[in-house]
Every structure is written in C-alpha cells, then in structure tokens.
C-alpha cells in the first residue's frame, strides 16, 4: 500500500491511542512496517509526547550531570532540533502525497522511540550514580547511548524507505549517511548537555603554595633509614594528572597496598597532583621528584635495599596526536613540565638507588622502556609504546592495568612476575570484552636482577605471608585511557 492510500485512524480514547503508539514505536525499532498500522498521530499526541520526551531528556541531562550541575537552555534548544526537523518531513511527506493523516506520523513514531529510550538510559544513569552497574558496562556507556540515539533516528528512516519500495542499496546508502550524520552532530554537541556541570577553576591560596614546601619536607622526614644486613623495599607512588581522579586514586590505593600488604608504612612516600589534595600531599612534580629520590637514595642501604617507584597518569601526545612517549604532570594553576623517561632515568641515576622496580601505568608507556633499561632494574609498563592503555574515565577509581596489577593481583600473586602475568591476562580479558585494541603490557627485567630479583621478593612478600593488619578493600568502579 503506497503512503498516499494510507489510512490512519484513531482511536476513541486518548489512552489507547498512546499504548498504540508505544507498540508502533517497539515494531519501528526491530525495522517492522507494521508500526504504520499501529501509530496514531493526532495532534494531542503529538504534544503530550513532545512533553514527555522533552521530560524524559531533561531527566536525563540531570542525572547525568553533578549535583553542582546547572540548567543549560542550549542544550535543550538543541535536542528540540530534532522533533521540529522530523516535523517538517512529516509536513514535506504529507503535502507530496496529498495524504495530510501522514503530518504527524514521523514525529510522532520518533518522540515515542525517544522518550522510552532515553528513560532506559536515565534508569542506567541512576544505576551508575548508586555503583550498581557491573563494571564491564562502564567503558561502553558514552557509546551505548550513541547507539540509542541513532538507532531510533535510523529505523524510522528504514520503515519508512521499506513501505517506499527503495532497493536494497539505496537503503543502506540512505542509513549509513544518516548514521554518520547523526554520530557527528552527538559528538559536537556533547559539550552542550541540558544539565551542564559547573566547573570550577581550580585554586591556590598563599598559604597552600607555602606550606607545599614544609608537606614535602615532612613527609620526607618520616622515612625511616634502611637497616644493615637487611634486604627493605620503598615505596613511591607519583599521580601526575590533577583533571581526573582516577590517577591520585590509583596511587593512594597502591600506598595503602604497600603499608598494608608488603609492611612500608614508614618506607612509603606519594606524590598526588589533584586539586583536592593540595594540604594532604605533596604535588608530583620534577622537583618533588628529584627531591625524593635523592633523599629516599640517601636513607637506603643501596646494596641490598629496593625501589618501587610507580607512576600513574596520560601519556603525551603532540597537537598532530603523535605519541611523544613523556608522561603528562598537570595540576593547575601551575604549570608543571612533562616527565620523559631520559630525565628519569637521570634523576635515579643521580640518586644512587641501585635496585630498582618501575611501574609505568600509562597510554603508550612501553616507550619508558630503553631508557630506563639497566642490569638492575625491573620495569613494568601498562601497555607497548604505541599502544593506548584503558580505565582512567571520571567515574573510574583505578586504571584497567592499576585495578589488575594492585588490586588483584599483587594481591593474590607472591612474585613480581607472577602478578604481572595474572595482570597482563586479566587487561587483555577485559579489553577484548570492550573490543579495544590491546594494550599488551610489557615487562622487563635486567640480567643481574633476573639473578638477585627471587631473595629480594622474599623480603618484599614475608610481611603479606605474616600479616600483622587488615588489608584495606578496593571498590569497583572502572572505565578508557
């Protein structure tokens, strides 16, 4: 039946028009023509759906946005594009084909997709705010709603091509340009959410700036001495990039691991760059750093005692997005300059400090790997050199390579390689779930720690064997770097 022969009828109460509608819109979504027998476009139903998924998008908006989030009139103004675009397609369809029951067809199938839709995505954002969602569907949320917000576009233009008789090319022609049109006007108008998060900018008061120097010094001081004769691990944990809170979580939780797990309380020291922790911390940077190393160097027995230095942020890339293979040191208002691994390499050559674990955890850390390559060193990077690694989203309190290697398996494992094994599986496990491309996280071991590496894990794993505290908990919460 062509659409100009089309007969639309409506029912004589408003409540079944619109349960009507609502099976229209479920046979639109699986691709079914039968939606056009179902749908009852009057005028009240056109705007009491227009209300509900104006109702249902600011819902949305809200949810999604922070508690300090504000009213964003452009953001609704530009969701209101859409309805008022399929509007007029309706009004275009309805005058070619002298069939005037077709006006509100369109838009009417749409609003109802749209409102059901968007108030299954307000139910997955209220999971998320409450922690209740399982942690594999943190990383595929930005897309899944993506998907959601094409599909209901997409299959409104598939029945409607179907009931025109279109040939099977020019279908696929019509839905790829108008998913591609889609995908592209989401992703631009992503910075103008209903509900828009208020940004402060962060802050630094005099007496934070001074008193940094005085947090540094004692935190410094309360590093014990290495003791003769004894074999002892330290602990250094460095969170470079301030935005997100993923990193200064990260290392926090990996500290909390060593004092508890492997006995450091008092060989333990964190540097964190987040705007929260500025009188909790000393802020990571190159001279924080140095300063660290030099004195931790100082208090080690070099000959017999370890480093674990850990370091957790971006990797670097240029304008042009070529991978410049330095780690990203960001916690304004300062300016902080970028750690390269020819630097640190540098610095812990300067320091003294002979034995030596490395834990990179960032997007193309395996380019930490030649430099920093001795004899005596151990070093463990999150992912190749031109590979992107996964986890550090906003809503994420470990990266995918942190949560695997420190929250579980250094956790469960009583070697270093044992746990980097368990660690590299369990990140490629998760991301072949996502569909990423690997990150394959690399490890290295010098030729004379390969030989002294299995009596210095013995002093490193005797407290976990004979714990003498409770171990603190992980939560769950993850997502992409």
Same mark, same amino acid.
């Given at each position: 039946?062509p659409l100009s022969s089309l007969k639309i009828e409506s029912l004589p109460r408003f409540s079944a028009n619109l349960f009507s509608n609502i099976s229209a819109a479920l046979h639109m979504l699986v691709g079914s023509i039968?939606?056009?027998?179902?749908?009852? /476009?009057?005028?009240?139903?056109?705007?009491?759906?227009?209300?509900?998924?104006?109702?249902?998008?600011?819902?949305?908006?809200?949810?999604?946005?922070?508690?300090?989030?504000?009213?964003?009139?452009?953001? %609704?103004?530009?969701?209101?594009?859409?309805?008022? $675009?399929?509007?007029?397609? +309706?009004?275009?369809?309805?005058?070619?084909?002298?069939?005037?029951?077709?006006?509100?067809?369109?838009?009417?199938?749409?609003?109802?997709?749209?409102?059901?839709?968007?108030?299954?995505?307000?139910?997955?954002? *209220?999971?998320?705010?409450?922690?209740?969602?399982?942690?594999?569907?943190?990383?595929?949320?930005?897309?899944?709603?993506?998907?959601?917000?094409?599909?209901?576009?997409?299959?409104?233009?598939?029945?409607?091509?179907?009931?025109?008789?279109?040939?099977?090319?020019?279908?696929?022609?019509?839905?790829?340009?108008?998913?591609?049109?889609?995908?592209?006007?989401?992703?631009?108008?992503? &910075?103008?959410?209903?509900?828009?998060?208020?940004?402060?900018?962060?802050?630094?008061?005099?007496?934070?700036?001074? &008193?940094?120097?005085?947090?540094?010094?004692?935190?410094?001081?309360?590093?014990?001495?290495?003791?003769?004769?004894?074999?002892?691990?330290?602990?250094?944990?460095?969170? +470079?990039?301030?935005?997100?809170?993923?990193?200064?979580?990260?290392?926090?939780?990996?500290?909390?691991?060593? @004092?508890?797990? *492997?006995?450091?309380? &008092?060989?333990? $020291?964190?540097? $964190?760059?987040?705007?929260?922790?500025?009188?909790?911390?000393?802020?990571?940077?190159? =001279?924080?750093?140095?300063?660290?190393?030099?004195?931790?160097?100082?208090?080690?027995? #070099?000959?017999?005692?370890?480093? *674990?230095l850990t370091l957790s942020s971006h990797g670097a890339v240029d304008e042009s997005g070529s991978i410049l293979g330095d780690l990203v040191m960001t916690n304004p208002p300062l300016t902080l300059d970028e750690i390269d691994?020819?630097?640190?390499?540098?610095?812990? @050559?300067?320091?003294?400090?002979?034995?030596?674990? $490395?834990?990179?955890?960032?997007?193309?850390?395996?380019?930490?790997?030649?430099? %920093?390559?001795?004899? #005596?060193?151990?070093?463990? #990077?999150?992912?190749?050199? &031109?590979?992107?690694?996964?986890?550090?989203?906003? @809503?994420?309190?470990? =990266?995918?390579?942190?949560? !695997?290697?420190?929250?579980?398996?250094?956790?469960?494992?009583?070697?270093? @390689?044992?746990?980097?094994?368990?660690?590299?599986?369990?990140? +490629?496990?998760?991301?072949?779930?996502?569909? *990423?491309? /690997?990150?394959?996280?690399?490890?290295?071991?010098?030729?004379?720690?390969?030989?002294?590496?299995?009596?210095?894990?013995?002093?490193?794993?005797?407290? !976990?064997?004979?714990?003498?505290?409770?171990?603190?908990?992980? =939560?769950?919460?993850?997502?992409?770097?």
């Amino acid at each position: 039946m062509p659409l100009s022969s089309l007969k639309i009828e409506s029912l004589p109460r408003f409540s079944a028009n619109l349960f009507s509608n609502i099976s229209a819109a479920l046979h639109m979504l699986v691709g079914s023509i039968r939606a056009f027998a179902l749908v009852r /476009p009057t005028f009240s139903q056109f705007v009491v759906l227009l209300l509900a998924a104006s109702g249902a998008n600011i819902l949305f908006g809200y949810l999604s946005a922070s508690e300090h989030g504000l009213f964003n009139e452009q953001g %609704l103004i530009s969701y209101l594009i859409w309805p008022v $675009i399929i509007l007029v397609v +309706g009004i275009i369809l309805a005058r070619r084909t002298m069939n005037y029951s077709l006006l509100f067809v369109p838009v009417v199938l749409w609003l109802t997709a749209d409102t059901m839709l968007v108030l299954l995505q307000s139910s997955i954002q *209220f999971l998320d705010i409450k922690g209740w969602l399982p942690s594999f569907l943190y990383g595929v949320l930005p897309t899944l709603f993506t998907f959601l917000f094409v599909w209901q576009t997409a299959s409104l233009l598939w029945i409607f091509a179907k009931k025109l008789h279109w040939s099977w090319w020019e279908r696929l022609l019509m839905l790829a340009g108008a998913v591609a049109l889609l995908v592209v006007w989401q992703k631009n108008v992503a &910075d103008q959410p209903i509900f828009k998060a208020e940004k402060a900018s962060p802050t630094l008061s005099e007496r934070q700036f001074y &008193d940094q120097a005085l947090l540094l010094d004692q935190n410094l001081s309360a590093i014990a001495k290495g003791v003769r004769g004894k074999s002892e691990w330290y602990f250094v944990g460095v969170a +470079g990039y301030a935005e997100q809170n993923v990193f200064a979580s990260e290392i926090e939780q990996a500290n909390q691991l060593f @004092d508890a797990r *492997f006995g450091m309380k &008092d060989r333990s $020291i964190s540097l $964190i760059n987040n705007p929260h922790t500025w009188e909790e911390y000393p802020i990571a940077s190159r =001279t924080s750093l140095a300063r660290t190393l030099k004195d931790i160097g100082m208090k080690m027995n #070099t000959e017999e005692d370890v480093l *674990f230095l850990t370091l957790s942020s971006h990797g670097a890339v240029d304008e042009s997005g070529s991978i410049l293979g330095d780690l990203v040191m960001t916690n304004p208002p300062l300016t902080l300059d970028e750690i390269d691994p020819v630097w640190l390499r540098g610095t812990l @050559d300067a320091s003294g400090i002979r034995w030596r674990v $490395i834990v990179v955890s960032s997007c193309y850390s395996g380019a930490f790997i030649q430099a %920093l390559s001795s004899p #005596t060193t151990v070093i463990i #990077t999150a992912s190749r050199a &031109d590979r992107a690694s996964f986890g550090c989203s906003d @809503d994420a309190d470990m =990266t995918y390579f942190g949560r !695997a290697f420190f929250a579980e398996s250094m956790r469960e494992q009583n070697t270093l @390689d044992g746990a980097f094994k368990q660690a590299r599986r369990r990140v +490629g496990e998760r991301e072949a779930l996502m569909g *990423f491309e /690997p990150s394959e996280p690399q490890m290295v071991v010098g030729a004379m720690m390969q030989t002294a590496l299995p009596e210095l894990e013995k002093a490193l794993f005797y407290h !976990a064997s004979n714990p003498v505290v409770t171990l603190p908990k992980f =939560t769950q919460a993850e997502d992409a770097k």
